[in-house]
């Protein structure tokens, strides 16, 4: 299986998993343009997707997705609830509704419960998993990751910058509560814990204003010293990685 980071933080989210012949994106907040360039820049053709799957009613996650899925003539995978919140900003697409695990060709994907304002999912795919937009390590995120080999995981804000940055209080406060988003503490605190196995976690999601690439390995460093990471860029692809 191999993994695609397209792009990553406030202003886009997309990641590509391309296994046995099967290509599907997960989310797609840039258009089409932008999105079809970054993946040629990494060798992948648009064209091949099989699928889009999408996580949660955000706009960084699905503001892509509509152009994508007209021109591509391909489903999109959701769950029901956060369809209803996006439905109109999407346009006419041709939806699959998801609960459970559910398949797109020869690739397996299992849901996850994350703790976002609003109604969200992770995904395990074979043992990958994509854990972004949760304010905390939810009973699901700790059940699963024993089980997974690498995964993609939210590092969102330094929290002495996400404290004494330009953001109005209620957001801070949002940003911080257990529906908001993980700081890098607990990313690294989670791996520590939970992922020392991994071979290898993509620290992604990154804020523009309360956080910093050097922040984030500063952090996920003095609590996992000897872990394999990479730090996804938030502005341009980061790059393709074999999961084996």
Known sequence: MELSVIASGSNGNCCLIRSNGTSVLFDAGKSFGETARRMAALGKDIRNVDGIVLSHAHGDHYQGI???ARRLRVPVYVRQEVYSACRKRLGPVDVRHFDGSFRIRDLMITPIETAHD??????????????????????????????????????NYDEEMLMNGPY????????????????????????????RHLSMVFLAHLSEKNNSAEKVKETFESLNSDQPYVVCSRFRETGTYRLD
């Open 66 to 68: 509509g152009p994508i």
């Open 118 to 155: 609003v109604a969200s999912c992770g995904f395990v795919v074979g043992r990958f998993g994509i854990f972004t937009d949760t304010g905390c390590v939810t009973a699901q995120m700790r059940e699963v990751i024993p089980d997974l080999d690498a995964v993609l995981l939210e590092s």
């Open 168 to 195: 109005p209080r209620h957001l801070k406060e949002r940003i911080a509560s257990d529906f908001g988003h993980l700081s890098n503490d607990d990313a690294g605190d989670f791996i520590c814990r939970h992922g």
